[in-house]
């Protein structure tokens, strides 16, 4: 059963940078295959999608971070990465990573890092 965790979170100014990562273990040779999305939810609102990226490498992007964040994959590495620049406060929030294998019903969430956006 593949386990993702996060890290990389942390107290960072208004308009400086982080890069979030996310190791899968237990995915073995297939991770190439997963659907992998990063997650952010403030607190009193709900989870939200801020990136995903597909088997094919194809991303897509909420508005609210688009030209600022980036996602990326390494699949020999079986880790997706997020790229976070520019950050706001409204930023803050904690950060989950998501692992789907389309078809399988794998779902797989990590307990997530918290992002503090604030001078």
């Known amino acids: 059963q593949v386990q993702v965790a996060e890290s990389g979170g942390g107290l960072v100014q208004p308009g400086g940078s982080l890069r979030l990562s996310c190791a899968a273990s237990?995915?073995?040779?297939?991770?190439?295959?997963?659907?992998l999305g990063w997650y952010r939810q403030a607190p009193g609102k709900q989870r939200e999608l801020v990136a995903a990226?597909?088997?094919?490498?194809?991303?897509k992007y909420a508005d609210f971070v688009k030209g600022r964040f980036t996602i990326s994959r390494d699949n020999a590495k079986n880790t997706v990465y997020l790229q976070m620049n520019n950050l706001k406060a409204e930023d803050t929030a904690v950060y989950y990573c998501?692992?789907?294998?389309?078809?399988?019903?794998?779902?797989?969430w990590g307990k997530g890092t918290l992002v503090t956006v604030s001078s």
């Open positions: 990226i597909n088997d094919g490498g194809s991303t």
């Open positions: 998501n692992a789907k294998l389309p078809a399988t019903g794998v779902d797989a």
């Open positions: 237990g995915a073995r040779s297939i991770f190439r295959f997963y659907n």
